[in-house]
């Protein structure tokens, strides 16, 4: 059965979805188009270029995450000084190895710039925090920038939808306005679902959702003793209220939701236990959701 899916953002949480796409493959669940924000972006241009949940578990084997954390030269010299050019930088780490190795896993495939993919299969959510709007590319490129979308790096679009504030660097983009730092696609819509309805909420297709929290009415309360994590639950408060106004009750019938518990969104550290029960999550909540799905 031909699908549309739409990922949501959340940092290494993102693994549940490849759990989550072995149930659907298993039962010969195939994406025609594919939308995300941040990590969910990152797995939809995956899978727009044509990984299957197989392919992107032996990338998972391979993997070091560390190894996607890439400092300046300045802060390996002087550890202490990634806190003082913050300022200036705007991010601790730069998000080059990230776009490398994107580009490194599309290029098998075949897949350079979004010319390379069939018109319309790949929607990915930015936030362009100069202009103050949400971006989808390759839709808005020759709209707001004056780029041409076929010439546009499917990996580069990847990273920068996933350039976390203040943890990655943000994307410069040069555009009809002059200079625009791009950002986190989760800051203005961590789950696009929206992105295939027209005007009259209209599907062309069934649409599965992924997201990697519990539904709307379920989200638990947070603690906060200190600005750290008062930062951290403004930044959810404001990712989930924005999306939360989409997610009626008639959509979360479409939403495979997959609540991690003990895994922060910037835990690149993860041990091969903590990676396969982020599988078996997605898996468990997969077939959970297909067992009362109604097409």
Not at 34 to 61: H, P, Q, R, W
Not at 105 to 123: I, Q, R
Not at 192 to 220: A, C, T, V, Y
Request: proline residues 5%; contains cysteine.
């Amino acid at each position: 059965m031909n699908i549309d899916g739409v990922f949501s953002g959340g940092g290494v949480k993102a693994l549940a979805f490849i759990g989550a796409l072995e149930v659907l493959e298993e039962q010969n669940y195939y994406f025609e188009r594919v939308a995300g924000t941040s990590a969910g972006a990152i797995i939809a241009s995956l899978k727009a270029a044509g990984y299957n949940a197989k392919d992107l578990n032996v990338i998972l084997e391979e993997l070091s995450f560390e190894k996607l954390i890439d400092q300046p030269l300045s802060d390996q010299i002087f550890p202490f000084s990634k806190w003082l050019f913050l300022y200036f930088r705007m991010g601790l780490y730069k998000g080059n190895r990230l776009e490398q190795l994107l580009a490194k896993w599309l290029h098998k495939k075949g897949v350079h710039t979004f010319a390379d993919l069939p018109k319309g299969s790949l929607k990915v959510v930015c936030s362009d925090v100069t202009l103050g709007r949400m971006v989808v590319f390759p839709d808005d490129l020759k709209e707001v920038y004056g780029i041409d979308p076929r010439t546009f790096s499917v990996a580069k679009a990847a990273r920068i939808s996933a350039s976390l504030p203040y943890f990655f660097m943000p994307v410069k983009i040069h555009g009809k306005k002059g200079k625009s730092l791009v950002v986190d696609g989760g800051v203005l819509s961590n789950f696009p679902i929206w992105l295939f309805e027209n005007e009259h909420g209209r599907r062309k297709r069934p649409i599965i959702g992924m997201q990697l929290s519990d539904p709307p009415d379920q989200l638990p309360e947070r603690k906060i003793k200190n600005s750290i994590q008062m930062f951290q639950a403004l930044f959810s408060t404001m990712k989930q209220a924005h999306d939360a106004r989409y997610i009626s009750t008639t959509k979360s019938r479409d939403i495979i939701f997959i609540p991690v518990k003990g895994v922060e969104t910037t835990d690149f550290y993860l041990s091969p236990l903590q990676k396969e029960r982020l599988l078996e999550i997605g898996r468990e909540q997969a077939m959970g959701f297909l067992k009362r799905w109604s097409k």
